[in-house]
């Protein structure tokens, strides 16, 4: 990853791809997430579907949390640029 002129951060082709594929599992287990919440009803859910709610959320929280540091990641090394620019 890095910034070229202006302060447009640029990722190499492989990590765009990784960053791609990363987000579209994310998409994936947000959708599926979703469609367990709209199908169950409070206090009727059977254990296993409970269960497998609950192991989901976890991932899926897991997975949002690392793309956000990955943003966080980027708007760093943005900032650091763009003040070392002010800097000169």
């Not at 929280?61 to 800097?87: C, K, N, P, W």
């Amino acid at each position: 990853m890095g910034v070229v002129g202006g302060g447009t951060i640029v990722l190499n082709v492989d990590q765009l791809a990784k960053l791609r594929s990363e987000l579209d599992v994310v998409q994936q287990n947000c959708h599926v997430f979703g469609e367990m919440l709209t199908e169950q009803t409070p206090g009727q859910e059977q254990p296993d579907d409970w269960a497998l709610m609950q192991v989901s959320c976890v991932i899926y929280l897991y997975q949002v949390t690392s793309h956000i540091q990955i943003v966080e990641q980027a708007y760093m090394l943005f900032a650091d640029r763009t003040i070392g620019q002010f800097s000169k």
